[in-house]
C-alpha cells in the first residue's frame, strides 16, 4: 500500500495507462492517438510500476503455434487482428 499520495503527474500519467487499458488499446497506439511520447509514456509506466502503483507484468500470453500453407496462416493473422483489435 503506498503512504504517499501520487503527485499530479503520476496521476496523470496513471489516467492515461488506465484509459488506454479501458479501450483495450497497445501503449504504442493509445500513445500516437494522443499526441504522446512513447517513449515518455513508457517511462512513466515503468517508474509508476517500480513504486507499486501498478502491477507487474509476469505472465506470457504468447503461445506456440504451428500452421501449415497460407490459409492457416490467413486463419491466425486474422484470429490475432480480432484479439488485439487492429482493424
Known amino acids: ?7 499530479k503527474i ?4 496513471l489516467n492515461h495507462i488506465e484509459q ?7 501503449m504504442p497506439a493509445y500513445a500516437k492517438q494522443n499526441n504522446l511520447a512513447l517513449k ?3 517511462n512513466a509506466r515503468s ?7 501498478l502491477p507487474t507484468i509476469t ?9 501449415v500453407g ?3 496462416l490467413r486463419s491466425i493473422i486474422q484470429c490475432f ?6 482493424h
Open 59 to 67: 505472465n506470457n500470453p504468447l503461445i506456440p503455434v504451428f500452421c
Open 1 to 7: 500500500m503506498r503512504s504517499k499520495p501520487l503527485t
Open 47 to 53: 517508474a509508476l510500476t517500480k513504486n507499486g502503483i
Open 81 to 86: 487482428l480480432s484479439v488485439y483489435h487492429f
Open 10 to 13: 503520476q496521476q496523470d500519467w
Open 70 to 72: 497460407p490459409s492457416c
Open 40 to 42: 515518455i509514456f513508457n
Open 20 to 26: 488506454a487499458t479501458k479501450h483495450k488499446l497497445f
